[in-house]
């Protein structure tokens, strides 16, 4: 694991000042060392690790992770043309991916129970297409994730103003369900169907995602873990260091880590128009993670993504 801490003082500054943005602008009930949003409740499970890294933003991440195979040249013209693209490194990965075709990620979580110093802060809701495999530094190694737009929970200003600090391009959301990542589709002929979707309040943006478990393994575990815990960026100012765990209780209660298949629809930035994925791939699953914010990207340079 590797974990930065060179911007905590700034993390604890960005931390706090949202808090008490948020803590200004709504209703809260106050409990010790807690702020609680009245509003509808998760069924995810607790965070297992705060008491273990009280000094870092920690949390749990519930929800579906899964690869969208578009043509590379189609991820040429949406990544910004200052940045390669490692395709050697998702090829080490993958070596049957298809030739001419990249994989671009969609992530559909409810972070849950993110605290940091002491405070939590509400529940949330997020969702959007990333691109990992991104050489952010022009070193032809480090691979890096550009995440440019997320649709994310209407009214939470820590999460939305959190993201867009880092250049995002934020869409505060309403999404289905509310306060949990995905929902079981009463009476399906597939196993485990769940769906999720997302809806700009503001403007066209929208995702969607129907998903059944299979047993197909399309994807191997060391791909997700990998792209998983790149470096995050937006517009390459600072980096988000997210270090997700796939070994604490919460991936291994219940039913663990499943395999999922299923259709994505998404219209949002940098697609210029409204894309269908049908049959694409994914894992369905809760995490916990530590979270490291507002890093210099370049002191990720020679970063080897693991768990």
């Known amino acids: 694991m590797h974990a930065k801490t060179s911007n905590l003082q700034y993390f604890v500054f960005s931390f706090l000042s949202l808090l008490m943005l948020r803590y200004a602008s709504s209703t809260y009930l106050s409990t010790p060392n807690q702020f609680v949003l009245n ?3 998760s069924i995810d499970q607790p965070n297992p690790i705060a008491s273990s890294y009280p000094n870092n933003a920690t949390g749990t991440l519930n929800g579906t992770i899964a690869v969208l195979p578009i043509p590379l040249k189609l991820a040429r013209k949406l990544i910004p043309s200052q940045y390669g693209i490692l395709e050697n490194a998702y090829r080490t990965l993958l070596p049957s991916f298809p030739e001419g075709m ?6 559909a979580v409810h972070d849950h129970e993110v605290q940091a110093f002491g405070y939590k802060i509400d529940d949330f809701t997020r969702t959007g297409i990333e691109f990992p495999f991104v050489d952010l530094l022009g070193d032809g190694y480090t691979s890096f994730k550009w995440a440019p737009s997320l649709l ?14 880092y250049g995002t391009n934020t869409f505060p959301a309403s999404f289905e369900p509310g306060c949990d990542a995905y929902r079981s589709v009463p009476n399906s002929k597939k196993s485990g169907t769940t769906y999720f979707s997302a809806r ?3 403007s066209s943006e929208s995702l969607s995602t129907l998903f059944s478990t299979t047993e197909e393994e399309m994807f191997p575990l060391s ?10 960026f ?3 100012k600072t980096c988000d260091n997210m270090i997700r765990l796939f070994n604490t209780t919460v991936s291994a209660q219940g039913k663990g880590v499943e395999r999922v298949k299923g ?14 994925w049908r049959g694409i791939h994914g894992l369905r699953l809760d995490s916990a993670f530590i979270e490291n914010n507002y890093l210099s990207c370049e002191s990720f340079r020679g970063y080897t993504s693991h768990e």
Do not use: W
């Open 102 to 107: 990249y994989p671009a990620i969609v992530q």
């Open 39 to 41: 509003t509808c409740t």
């Open 152 to 165: 994310m929970t209407a009214g939470h200003e820590i999460a939305i103003k959190g993201a867009g600090a």
């Open 200 to 202: 700009s309040l503001e």
């Open 223 to 232: 791909f997700f873990k990998n792209f998983t815990n790149q470096p995050t």
């Open 234 to 236: 937006a517009d390459g």
């Open 263 to 276: 259709t994505v629809r998404a219209n949002i930035h940098p697609f210029s128009k409204e894309h269908e």
